[in-house]
């Protein structure tokens, strides 16, 4: 029996679309730098431990993928990662989001006294980041550890600091996301309220 080279062989996803050829780019849809997800006002939030933060092997896929995310999704495409001063030095081009809706939700955070930082990720794509600093957020732990106990019943041991950072983290990414929500349904009212005037 002859062998196959594995590129010559055909795959299920391609024996079931025939006619589509997967080297066509649009096919997939057009990549417009976030023009088609600003009309749509669709948002994506990518939220890791390793964004801007060298860690392990997630961080080279964030870097490795940042610049084709970037080119389709533009200013609409955010990554949220925990503020570390040393690689936010030589990784991150601190600025002030252009967005608006996006410096209000930072803001609103800042005046409960956390830092957020925003800035763009020196890498392929520029992606937008925002950036957490946790130790300003450790004056809520006892607070969500609480909340989680309550809600779930998962325990987490006062002196263990990566579960304690991860807590900490996960908590300020969800107070910011609640945020900008919410402020997408108002704007979101108030147009259709200006429409229908």
């Known amino acids: 029996m002859a062998s196959v080279h594995r590129s010559q062989r055909l795959t299920r996803i391609q024996k079931s679309l025939p006619a589509l050829r997967l080297d066509d780019i649009q096919a997939f849809g057009e990549m417009d730098h976030g023009l088609t997800a600003k009309e749509e006002n669709r948002w994506v ?12 092997g997630i961080y080279t896929v ?50 409960q006294g956390i830092k957020v930082v925003y800035g763009r ?40 600091k990566e579960s304690n950072d991860a807590t900490i983290f996960g908590n300020l990414c969800a107070w910011f996301l609640s945020d900008v929500s919410i402020m997408l349904i108002r704007s979101k009212k108030s147009d259709q309220q200006n429409h229908t005037i």
Not at 49 to 55: D, M, R, T
Not at 78 to 86: A, D, H, K, S, V
Not at 130 to 158: R, S
């Open 121 to 160: 990720w020196l890498i392929d794509g520029s992606p937008n980041v925002i950036l957490f600093d946790i130790g300003t957020g450790a004056k809520f732990l006892e607070n969500w550890k609480n909340e989680l106990w309550d809600l779930a019943h998962i325990g987490i041991p006062w002196h263990d």
């Open 45 to 56: 939030f990518e939220v890791a431990w390793e964004v801007a933060n060298k860690v392990g």
């Open 62 to 111: 964030l870097r490795s993928k940042a610049g084709v995310t970037t080119e389709e999704l533009g200013d609409q495409y955010y990554m949220l990662g925990p503020y570390n001063e040393t690689t936010v030095r030589t990784e991150v081009e601190v600025g002030e989001p252009e967005d608006e809706l996006i410096r209000k939700a930072m803001e609103k955070m800042s005046l």
